[in-house]
């Protein structure tokens, strides 16, 4: 049974840091893609960063520059530094991993991922 959970989530001032993490069992965590999500009050869910089973990332535009996706595959650990936090940052993040095997973050969303978390909310205040 796969199970992923997500951590790290919280209250920031505007500007902040803060660095989530998602742990995956029951798959071969090194050969599924990972992804970010976030979903905020009344807005639809968005893709935020990816990363292959090759290393390869994928960033929104609306984050690039600000966030970095990373794994270690040693641990099954799937992590995201959130830097420059900006209030429209506030949402749900939602960890997921791809159910193919081997496929890469070309295309980015959210229908091929069929192994999602309970989320972890990030609110940043102005």
């Known amino acids: 049974q796969v199970q992923v959970v997500e951590s790290g989530g919280g209250l920031v001032q505007a500007g902040g840091s803060l660095r989530l993490s998602c742990t995956a069992s029951?798959?071969?965590?090194?050969?599924?893609?990972m992804g970010w999500f976030r979903q905020a009050p009344g807005k639809e869910r968005e893709g935020v960063s990816c990363i292959d089973w090759s290393g390869s990332t994928y960033y929104a535009d609306s984050v690039k520059g600000r966030f970095t996706i990373s794994r270690d595959n040693a641990k099954n650990i799937l992590y995201l530094q959130m830097n420059s936090l900006r209030p429209e940052d506030t949402a749900m993040y939602y960890c997921?991993?791809?159910?193919?095997?081997?496929?890469?973050?070309?295309?980015?969303?959210?229908?091929?991922?069929?192994?999602w978390g309970q989320g972890t909310q990030v609110t940043v205040s102005s």
């Open positions: 029951g798959l071969t965590f090194d050969r599924h893609a």
């Open positions: 997921a991993a791809d159910s193919r095997l081997w496929y890469s973050c070309i295309n980015f969303d959210g229908r091929n991922f069929g192994y």
